[in-house]
């Protein structure tokens, strides 16, 4: 970090504990904060160029490399856009069995954001390692979660990272009786452990910010959203996911390689917060009772309150799985032949950091003509940045630049922005004379 006391300029080059690259910039004159960039820097991944001309089993393997963290997010909301174009809908089993999956990705991707990357913040640790010695309980339950979690997806798509069991239809395997009750013994175990999660959670000392912000998530019918929904707002918005280009705009902005989003011409929320705050009411009555006896208000318009509802999550994850798993039996068919069709779809689900949106263009013989993915990082940037002036304003400006840096770096991190994920889109153009 560098300061120049003459025009009250901080720079954080390097952020720490977030999942790719980034730096932060802010200038203050006169007490107010005149500046603030969160930059990107990392090149872009162009990967919706590289997915063009390729089939779609290429697709949904191919998307999974864009997140080691949230794979399956990407296979999922893939999957759904090329569905949607070859007319085939999924059997309630492959249906079922996806949120499941799905659930293992939730339980890994919060519990790693929870343990080892925010809650150091809370407790005034500069790592996990370092909060480890002073709560190596809580470490050690939250690393079995976070197992637990890469189990599920292990389960389903072979491997944790980079899963490769899902296509077109469903499923290449269906996992057999035995592992799945070796599974659910497991999930049973962790259940519990989530609920003490989040009473920890609750109690850590988060600060009192609230701001405000308009949520953006799924909703589904009767479901807490995962696998599929509508895209609405507490502000009223309601609308089909292949309606979100209407709505919703990205943009570039000089200081970041990753675009910018706004709906309707303003900054908005997307993640755990915002999915709580407009699906409360699709809560287990036990776990919203147990929100209410812990005195947590939700809806909530403090950011720091993500941390909890992730840990919320984590709980409705289990729920979920041991639900959907309770009568299990392997499909005779795992998967529905797909026919080649040309067509445009799209898929939204909802990965941990929020909605993941995927459009394709296919051609007759069902090879991607055009692709276009939004993922929940770029979607969240211009709210950090809306966040990180109100946040450090709030906190004081005329505390010294460790205190500034320290306070804007858990802005950041309380997102849980993977970086890398908002990098594969850059619009290039080449002025010649």
Same mark, same amino acid.
């Given at each position: 970090?560098?300061?120049?006391?003459r025009?009250?300029?901080?720079? #954080?080059p390097?952020l720490? %504990?977030?999942? /790719?690259? &980034?730096?932060?910039? $802010? !200038?203050?004159?006169? @007490? +107010?904060?005149?500046?603030?960039?969160?930059?990107?820097?990392?090149?872009p991944r162009?990967?919706?160029?590289?997915l063009?001309?390729?089939s779609?089993?290429?697709?949904?393997?191919?998307v999974?490399?864009?997140?080691g963290?949230?794979?399956?997010?990407?296979?999922?909301?893939?999957?759904?856009?090329?569905?949607?174009?070859?007319?085939?809908?999924?059997?309630?089993?492959?249906?079922?069995?996806?949120?499941?999956?799905?659930?293992?990705?939730?339980?890994?991707?919060?519990?790693?954001?929870?343990?080892?990357?925010?809650?150091?913040?809370?407790?005034?640790?500069?790592?996990?390692?370092?909060?480890?010695?002073?709560?190596?309980?809580? #470490?050690?339950?939250?690393? %079995?979660?976070? /197992?637990? &979690?890469?189990?599920i $997806? !292990?389960?389903?798509? @072979? +491997?944790?990272?980079?899963?490769?069991?899902?296509c077109?239809?469903?499923?290449f395997?269906?996992?057999?009786?035995?592992?799945?009750q070796?599974?659910?013994?497991r999930?049973a175990?962790?259940?519990e452990?989530?609920?003490?999660?989040?009473?920890?959670?609750?109690?850590?000392?988060?600060?009192?910010?609230?701001?405000?912000?308009?949520?953006?998530s799924?909703?589904?019918?009767h479901?807490?959203?995962?696998?599929?929904?509508?895209?609405?707002?507490?502000?009223?918005?309601?609308?089909?996911?292949?309606?979100?280009?209407?709505?919703?705009?990205?943009?570039?902005?000089?200081?970041?390689?990753?675009?910018?989003?706004?709906?309707d011409?303003?900054p908005y929320?997307?993640?755990?917060?915002?999915r709580?705050?407009?699906?409360?009411?699709?809560?287990?009555?036990?776990?919203?009772?147990r929100?209410?006896?812990?005195?947590i208000?939700?809806?909530?318009?403090?950011?720091?309150?993500?941390?909890?509802?992730?840990?919320?999550?984590?709980?409705?994850?289990?729920?979920?799985?041991?639900?959907l798993?309770?009568?299990?039996?392997?499909?005779?068919?795992?998967?529905?032949?797909?026919?080649?069709?040309?067509?445009?779809?799209?898929?939204?689900?909802?990965?941990?950091?929020?909605?993941?949106?995927?459009?394709?263009?296919?051609?007759?013989?069902?090879?991607?003509?055009?692709?276009?993915?939004?993922?929940?990082?770029?979607?969240?940037?211009?709210?950090?940045?809306?966040?990180?002036?109100?946040s450090?304003?709030?906190?004081?400006?005329?505390?010294?630049?460790?205190?500034?840096?320290?306070?804007?770096e858990?802005?950041?991190?309380?997102?849980?922005?993977?970086?890398?994920?908002?990098?594969?889109?850059?619009?290039?153009n080449?002025?010649?004379?």
């Amino acid at each position: 970090m560098s300061h120049d006391t003459r025009t009250g300029e901080i720079h #954080v080059p390097i952020l720490a %504990r977030v999942e /790719g690259e &980034g730096a932060l910039d $802010i !200038r203050i004159e006169a @007490g +107010r904060i005149e500046a603030l960039t969160l930059r990107i820097f990392e090149p872009p991944r162009l990967f919706e160029k590289l997915l063009e001309g390729r089939s779609t089993q290429d697709v949904i393997d191919s998307v999974a490399r864009i997140c080691g963290i949230c794979p399956v997010a990407y296979q999922m909301s893939a999957v759904a856009a090329i569905e949607s174009i070859l007319g085939v809908t999924p059997s309630p089993w492959v249906e079922a069995m996806r949120r499941v999956m799905y659930c293992g990705e939730w339980l890994q991707s919060h519990s790693l954001h929870i343990h080892l990357l925010a809650a150091p913040d809370f407790l005034g640790y500069d790592s996990a390692p370092a909060m480890a010695r002073d709560y190596p309980d809580e #470490v050690r339950r939250g690393l %079995r979660l976070q /197992g637990l &979690g890469n189990e599920i $997806i !292990r389960t389903f798509g @072979g +491997r944790s990272v980079h899963p490769v069991g899902i296509c077109p239809g469903g499923f290449f395997h269906a996992p057999d009786t035995a592992a799945m009750q070796t599974l659910r013994q497991r999930l049973a175990e962790g259940l519990e452990e989530a609920r003490a999660l989040i009473a920890w959670v609750a109690g850590l000392p988060l600060p009192e910010d609230d701001q405000d912000f308009v949520s953006v998530s799924l909703r589904h019918d009767h479901d807490y959203p995962i696998t599929a929904g509508r895209i609405v707002s507490d502000q009223g918005l309601d609308i089909a996911p292949a309606d979100f280009e209407q709505h919703f705009r990205e943009f570039q902005v000089p200081h970041s390689t990753a675009l910018h989003a706004q709906l309707d011409g303003h900054p908005y929320l997307v993640g755990p917060l915002a999915r709580l705050n407009n699906n409360l009411d699709r809560l287990p009555e036990e776990l919203r009772q147990r929100l209410d006896d812990l005195g947590i208000p939700f809806p909530s318009r403090n950011m720091f309150h993500s941390i909890v509802a992730r840990a919320v999550e984590m709980h409705v994850a289990l729920g979920e799985a041991l639900r959907l798993t309770e009568d299990y039996a392997p499909a005779a068919e795992p998967h529905a032949e797909t026919p080649a069709r040309a067509g445009v779809g799209v898929g939204c689900t909802e990965a941990p950091r929020g909605i993941l949106w995927h459009r394709y263009a296919l051609d007759e013989s069902a090879r991607v003509v055009e692709a276009r993915i939004v993922p929940p990082t770029s979607q969240n940037q211009a709210r950090m940045e809306e966040d990180l002036a109100a946040s450090l304003t709030r906190f004081g400006l005329e505390r010294d630049d460790d205190a500034l840096r320290l306070h804007g770096e858990m802005v950041i991190r309380n997102y849980d922005p993977c970086i890398s994920c908002a990098t594969h889109f850059l619009d290039f153009n080449v002025l010649r004379k």
